[in-house]
T-cell receptor, first 108, second 112 residues
Framework: KNEVEQSPQNLTAQEGEFITINCSYSVGISALHWLQQHPGGGIVSLFM???GKKKHGRLIATINIQEKHSSLHITASHPRDSAVYICAVSNTGNQFYFGTGTSLTVIP | DAGITQSPRHKVTETGTPVTLRCHQTENHRYMYWYRQDPGHGLRLIHYSYGVKDTDKGEVSDGYSVSRSKTEDFLLTLESATSSQTSVYFC???????????FGPGTRLTVL
């Protein structure tokens, strides 16, 4: 049983398309995180959310605490957005739980 | 970005040998984590530390030990490496003010 589930596992889009990646979780959380992992392995944090919505450039992250669901949206997708996007949740127990990631490929 | 480095970046070793991976951070973060990443699995927690000499186990701690003698350094030791420990290992430190983790570049370990 995974505490964090992501969908889809793999996603291919044409450049310029609007992209949505979904994350559901089953545990109590203090915050939800979206991470990006590029080919070659480096992992960077994109967003930390405890409620509502955040926007950074073409990326938008939303969370619905009642439904235990979050979405990551990418507007006007670009080939450089190709990466694995990972959803993670943190709790007051100082631990993080990670989804298995969504592999996104944006084709020019 | 927090300055967090890992060494070595790549290592090939033989079954039964001890291996130590090092994580170094320059941000004075109290919390540090060791994860392994394997195909089909999300990042899985091996051990974490919440201060100097304060550590606790994660979900996949068997066969691993850790030490934290200084705030900036967190060591992961495989007592006797096995092929099942072939993986990519990531270290992270956590900024409690923003609840954000900063990841090292990863260490690719192959146990033959």
């Amino acid at each position: 049983k995974n505490e964090v589930e992501q969908s889809p596992q793999n996603l291919t889009a044409q450049e310029g398309e609007f992209i949505t990646i979904n994350c559901s979780y089953s545990v109590g959380i203090s915050a939800l995180h979206w991470l990006q992992q590029h080919p070659g392995g480096g992992i960077v944090s994109l967003f930390m959310l405890s409620s509502g919505k955040k926007k950074h450039g073409r990326l938008i992250a939303t969370i619905n605490i009642q439904e235990k669901h979050s979405s990551l949206h990418i507007t006007a997708s670009h080939p450089r957005d190709s990466a694995v996007y990972i959803c993670a949740v943190s709790n007051t127990g100082n631990q993080f739980y990670f989804g298995t990631g969504t592999s996104l490929t944006v084709i020019p | 970005d927090a300055g967090i480095t890992q060494s070595p970046r790549h290592k090939v070793t033989e079954t039964g040998t001890p291996v130590t991976l090092r994580c170094h951070q320059t941000e004075n973060h109290r919390y540090m984590y060791w994860y392994r990443q394997d195909p089909g699995h999300g990042l899985r927690l091996i051990h974490y530390s919440y201060g100097v000499k304060d550590t606790d186990k994660g979900e996949v701690s068997d066969g691993y030990s850790v030490s934290r003698s200084k705030t900036e350094d967190f060591l992961l030791t495989l007592e006797s490496a096995t092929s099942s420990q072939t993986s990519v290992y990531f270290c992270a430190s956590r900024d409690l003010n923003t609840d954000t983790q900063y990841f090292g570049p990863g260490t690719r370990l192959t146990v033959l």
